[in-house]
């Protein structure tokens, strides 16, 4: 079956522009992911939501950066004012409930100028 | 302490040798312990999940230690298509969905 899909694959954009990122989870996944990867590091949590109940968003850096998840499926992170420093791969992953493995889409490369 | 450390690596192996990679965790209220592997520039993939009793699956194996809060992979019989970055991923204990990744250890399988 179909895996978790992102869009854009890549993203260029200026400083001080707003982005939004797009994911689409496994049909069926009640739980869905966004975390963000740069260069050479370790995977940064970011927000999770699971079916109705209030988002997990204790790992958003800063109110610049939300998050939206629209009738339990698709889900777009939106970047405000974007800075050099939130270049980076921006992954999300659903699954079929919490706590269970994660199945990751490709990532969107974003990268600031 | 960092919540979940790893061993960077690499660790270069020939193929058919056994190999085992460690992660301690620091948050004793964790539940939820997971290997992926990632490759260069890819996503991650889930491994295997790991259960309290150690599991296995084909040449994969997976131990938890509660007491001294680590767990383990063992990879025998490695293959060249093992190559990869194996992450080690345990839940933060106050919250089952965060999940806190490790920085991976790096295996390369020689011929």
Redesign the interface.
């Known amino acids: 079956g179909a895996g978790v899909s992102q869009s854009p694959s890549n993203k260029v954009t200026e400083k001080g522009k707003d982005v939004e990122l797009r994911c689409d989870p496994i049909s069926g996944h009640t739980a869905l992911y966004w975390y963000r990867q740069s260069l050479g590091q370790g995977l940064e949590f970011l927000i999770y939501f699971q079916g109705n109940s209030a988002p997990d968003k204790s790992g958003l850096p800063s109110d610049r950066f939300s998050a939206e998840r629209t009738g339990g499926s698709v889900s777009t992170l939106t970047i405000q004012r974007t800075q050099q420093e939130d270049s980076a791969v921006y992954l999300c992953a659903s699954s079929l409930a919490i706590p269970s493995g994660q199945f990751f889409g490709p990532g969107t490369r974003l990268t600031v100028l | 302490r960092k919540e979940v450390e790893q061993d960077p690596g690499p660790f270069n192996v020939p193929e058919g040798a056994t190999v085992a990679f460690n992660c301690t965790y620091s948050n004793s209220a964790s539940?939820?312990f997971?290997w992926y592997r990632q490759d260069c520039r890819?996503?991650?993939?889930?491994l295997m999940?790991v259960y309290s009793s150690g599991n296995e699956d084909g040449r994969f194996t997976a131990q938890l230690n509660r007491a001294s809060q680590y767990i383990s992979l063992l990879i025998r019989d490695s293959k060249l298509s093992d190559s990869a970055t194996y992450?080690c991923v345990v839940?933060?204990g106050g919250?089952?969905?965060?999940?806190?990744?490790?920085?991976?250890t790096k295996l390369s399988v020689k011929p």
């Open positions: 539940q939820s997971f890819k996503e991650p993939k889930l999940s992450l839940n933060h919250s089952q969905g965060n999940l806190i990744f490790g920085k991976g």
